[in-house]
């Protein structure tokens, strides 16, 4: 079975702290993406990586975002320095084979006061 | 770029009641998926529809890929408390992935 273990589960951190949220696949893939989920946008597409290898990172909303994939086993995603508006689950996704099923792990709930 | 237009945004409906909502696009798109997501969880595949005009069912679920390629339906027959969810439909011209703004329905026992 496709899965994605992502980590933490939750973050509380203070504005202008840098954030790394990571994501560790467990099953084969040939893309990973990074969603950010907020009530008022639903679910926006960050960056995404095709064998490890950024393919469109427009939806990265500043500079303050960056987000690396070193391995097929691991990605991070930094938020560096971190603002309240950045407060989202943030969700990595795999696709295994056909790239619009999407495996989702169960996202990073952070908080930034 | 593209535009998913899903609707209801909510729905209450009660326990054994079916449930209809619907996306429909600006472009076509090649691929509709359907996908639900638990609280506190990430969204998990429903149904995949890959052909303009596809009819296709996972259990109570039954979706269907439009034949402009421009829209697409999710019914639900005979709601249970466990459908309680928000349910996103996501379309693909090309990857990745459109995402609609999901439709949060909420099952009264």
Known sequence: D?????????????MGQEVTLRCKPISGHDYLFWYRQTMMRGLELLIYF????????????????SAKMPNASFSTLKIQPSEPRDSAVYFCAITTGYAGELFFGEGSRLTVL | GQQLNQS????????????????????????????????????????????????????????????????????????????????FCAGQPTTPL????????????
């Open chain 2, 8 to 87: 209801p945004q909510s729905m209450f409906i009660q326990e054994g009641e079916d449930v209809s909502m619907n996306c429909t696009s600006s472009s076509i798109f090649n691929t509709w998926l359907w996908y639900k997501q638990d609280p506190g969880e990430g969204p998990v595949l429903l149904i995949a529809l890959y052909k303009a005009g596809e009819l296709t069912s996972n259990g109570r679920l039954t979706a269907q890929f439009g034949i402009t390629r421009k829209d697409s339906f999710l019914n639900i027959s005979a709601s249970i408390p466990s459908d309680v969810g928000i349910y």
């Open chain 1, 50 to 65: 095709n064998n490890n290898v950024p393919i469109d990172d427009s939806g990265m909303p500043e500079d303050r975002f």
């Open chain 1, 2 to 14: 496709a899965g994605v273990i992502q980590s933490p589960r939750h973050e509380v951190t203070e």
């Open chain 2, 98 to 109: 459109v995402f609609g703004k999901g439709t949060r329905l909420s099952v009264i026992a």
